[in-house]
């Protein structure tokens, strides 16, 4: 036979068990909504590089790229870095076409300038002007939708009169 007590402990567990169900489906459902809603990707805006032109025939010089990102929900940058995009007879030597990772400079993770940076060797870049592929599809919000690609690209003009090199392709 159950006494009093027992039966009051047994409720009060019950009571507690519910309780804690009720927090979790709370939490779960506050979650899901506040992904569930958004429906719109990262926008990108203002991609620009600094400088637009430059001469490397007597050294190396660092380029900047930098694109606005914003999101209500919050940007992610992910591992793709951005990249120069050789279309001519001439080639880029040791595979030298990659920017460092996007890092935020400015701004918080709903709306921040990002930026990339490369240094041009005169050694393995041709003269020509190249396109920058700012890779838009690395800026994601928690929801995991990526930025379009309609931002384009960027446009880099190198001038290498180094003759230290030959970069025709064969």
Partial sequence: CESNT???????ALRQFYFSLTRLFLILA???????QDFDRPELSSLTVSPSTIDISSGGVTVTLSIQASDASGITVGTSKPYLINEHSTQILNDDTYFTSWQRVSGNQYNGVYEAKKFINPSNIP???????????????????????AIGFAYLQIINGS???DFDRP
């Fill in 6 to 12: 027992d039966k009051y402990i047994e409720s009060m």
């Fill in 30 to 36: 506050a979650s899901f909504m506040s992904y569930a």
């Fill in 127 to 149: 003269s020509e002007t190249y396109r920058i592929n700012p890779r838009a599809q690395t800026f994601e919000d928690p929801a995991g939708l990526e930025a379009s690609s």
């Fill in 163 to 165: 003759p230290s090199q």
